[in-house]
């Protein structure tokens, strides 16, 4: 699709910058609304800390797409994507669009202002009436 081509222009990786990432399921399915499957792709998401591909900062697993908030090492954001979406595909079924939403974030505050929103989506989406009360995210500011 031409829209996809035009998400990768310019997009590039920088071991200084904290980049959040946006990806979604297929066609919005809510896969998510399953607990094995959104802890899957938190099992994704902490390999990719553990083989120090990157450092996640926050994250929030809604049901038809994920926030990741993350400093890449020796993968690339498109790397790091890849793999939470071949892994929770080969393991668990989950289908998902083919890209994926990056900004990179230029400053400190910039950080913990995104690592906010990110974590307070579930509430914003009614959800949940606290954010403690939702399940599958975490942040490093908390």
């Excluded at 993350?70 to 979406?85: A, D, F, T, W």
Aim: proline content about 2%; some cysteine.
């Amino acid at each position: 699709m031409k829209g996809y081509s035009n998400l990768r222009k310019g997009r590039c990786s920088d071991r200084s910058v904290v980049y959040h990432l946006t990806f979604a399921t297929l066609n919005r399915v809510q896969t998510f609304k399953d607990f094995l499957k959104a802890r899957a792709v938190i099992k994704a998401l902490a390999y990719c800390d553990c083989k120090q591909w990157g450092n996640t900062v926050a994250f929030v697993i809604m049901p038809n797409h994920v926030h990741w908030l993350v400093q890449p090492y020796s993968k690339n954001i498109s790397e790091l994507v890849r793999v939470v979406k071949e892994y929770t595909r080969k393991h668990y079924g989950v289908l998902w669009q083919k890209s994926f939403y990056d900004r990179g974030m230029r400053s400190e505050q910039e950080t913990i202002e995104t690592a906010r929103y990110i974590i307070a989506n579930p509430k914003r989406a009614g959800l949940v009436s606290h954010v403690g009360q939702y399940s599958h995210w975490d942040c490093i500011y908390l």
